[in-house]
T-cell receptor, first 113, second 115 residues
Framework: SQQGEEDPQALSIQEGENATMNCSYK?????LQWYRQNSGRGLVHLIL?????REKHSGRLRVTLDTSKKSSSLLITASRAADTASYFC?????????????FGKGITLSVRP | DAGITQSPRHKVTETGTPVTLRCHQT?????MYWYRQDPGHGLRLIHY???????DKGEVSDGYSVSRSKTEDFLLTLESATSSQTSVYFC??????????????FGPGTRLLVL
């Protein structure tokens, strides 16, 4: 079963507006990551936040993590048409020497010029 | 795409035939993964490898096998393809940081159609 569940499933905004995407998960994690996928391409890593962190920034991206609520949010500020893509959250859990990511189903973001 | 190639990029095959997909990396990363992506399901892990000849099953491993005889190559085999295996297949790689891999880097994907 999927660990991460993104919300909303689809989001349409005007260029220049902020886009907020949410992710909830069910079990303990070591980190939570966000990835972007442009149409017909592979996923690209955006940002990673560890379980002992609450907020991280990277350029126009801001991610928060609330482990008590088992939720994360990704904020893209001043959106651009080029931000149009699918966004996935992925939870990372270490088990011994191995670790795996479990991906959510993704959010489709459309940024209108 | 972080030195990851997948071949073939597109394949059409018939039900019951064996199919092998190849993932090749030039990054010397320890971990390699095979995912499938289907509408409404996101990415699901099929198999992964944590070293040469070290592999383990993922969430949807039935009907698939893998092999890793060299660090740079990870092969995914559909022993007898079925229409339910029509999908886009992604390979990913990762290295270890502090003993644990974290960020994954994805290949461009292989579109497989099973008729």
């Amino acid at each position: 079963s999927q660990q991460g569940e993104e919300d909303p499933q689809a989001l349409s905004i005007q260029e220049g507006e902020n886009a907020t995407m949410n992710c909830s998960y069910k079990t303990s994690i070591n980190n939570l990551q966000w990835y972007r996928q442009n149409s017909g391409r592979g996923l690209v890593h955006l940002i990673l936040i560890r379980s002992n962190e609450r907020e991280k920034h990277s350029g126009r991206l801001r991610v928060t993590l609330d482990t008590s609520k088992k939720s994360s949010s990704l904020l893209i500020t001043a959106s651009r048409a080029a931000d149009t893509a699918s966004y996935f959250c992925a939870t990372g859990l270490y088990t011994g020497a191995n670790s795996k990511l479990t991906f959510g189903k993704g959010i489709t973001l459309s940024v209108r010029p | 795409d972080a030195g990851i190639t997948q071949s073939p990029r597109h394949k059409v095959t018939e039900t019951g035939t064996p199919v092998t997909l190849r993932c090749h990396q030039t990054e010397n990363h320890r971990y390699m993964y095979w995912y499938r992506q289907d509408p409404g399901h996101g990415l699901r892990l099929i198999h992964y490898s944590y070293g040469v000849k070290d592999t383990d099953k993922g969430e949807v491993s039935d009907g698939y096998s893998v092999s890793r005889s060299k660090t740079e190559d990870f092969l995914l085999t559909l022993e007898s393809a079925t229409s339910s295996q029509t999908s886009v297949y992604f390979c990913a790689i990762s290295d270890s940081s502090g003993g644990h891999q974290e960020t994954q880097y994805f290949g461009p994907g292989t579109r497989l159609l099973v008729l």
